[in-house]
């Protein structure tokens, strides 16, 4: 399936002179937002990030910001548990 969001909105950000090219957020991430390139990660498809959070929360050296729980990631998991707000 090729999820794409609301294009530019997408708040994820990545510091590649910080990143130690560990790998966790490529293995973590649900829609293979990141690859190791040259030993640092590199965001692929910045709009195929649902924020929901993974890649920063396990970034050992936090070069990865995104503002998870915001925008159609919430909107899905909102819907799944049963809220009546909308979905993207």
Do not use: W
């Amino acid at each position: 399936m090729k999820f794409k969001y609301l294009k530019n909105v997408v708040t994820l950000e990545l510091n590649r002179e910080a990143c130690i090219g560990c790998g966790l957020c490529k293995m973590v991430c649900p829609h293979r937002v990141f690859q190791l390139e040259n030993r640092k990660a590199i965001i692929t498809d910045k709009e195929k990030c649902m924020e929901c959070g993974a890649c920063a929360s396990n970034c050992p050296v936090d070069a990865i910001k995104v503002d998870s729980g915001v925008g159609c990631a919430a909107a899905m998991i909102n819907k799944i548990l049963g809220s009546k707000g909308g979905c993207c």
